[in-house]
Nanobody
């Protein structure tokens, strides 16, 4: 099982980005949950959003109303649509998948919000 995160980049405040976490070696809907985390320089990795097998969504307070997590079974990926981006959203974003007692991390994708 491998997770490939992509879609990061440089965006101005107020802009949008769409991150993608593509799964290989398995199907994304087999995970009991897929999550996005982020880690800013000098800070601990923090939870951003989660989608469960049943489609239940959870968001961290700082991103509620601005970020949307979704799953596309046809593309075998989980996406994170990020709108109204702020400089404090700057971080490396990681996807994380869980199944039974196992979990997997994708490599990070850098998101920089700056004018």
């Amino acid at each position: 099982v491998q997770l490939q995160a992509s879609g990061g980049g440089l965006v101005q405040p107020g802009g949008s980005l769409r991150l993608s976490c593509a799964a290989s070696g398995t199907v994304v809907y087999s995970f009991r949950a897929v999550e996005w985390y982020r880690q800013a320089p000098g800070k601990q990795r923090e939870f951003v959003a989660q989608i469960t097998t049943s489609g239940f969504l959870t968001y961290a307070d700082p991103v509620k109303g601005r970020f949307t997590i979704s799953r596309d079974n046809a593309k075998n990926e989980v996406a994170l649509q990020m709108n109204s981006l702020k400089p404090e959203d700057t971080a490396v974003y990681y996807c994380h998948a869980l199944r039974a007692s196992f979990d997997w991390w994708g490599q990070g994708t850098q998101v920089t919000v700056s004018s």
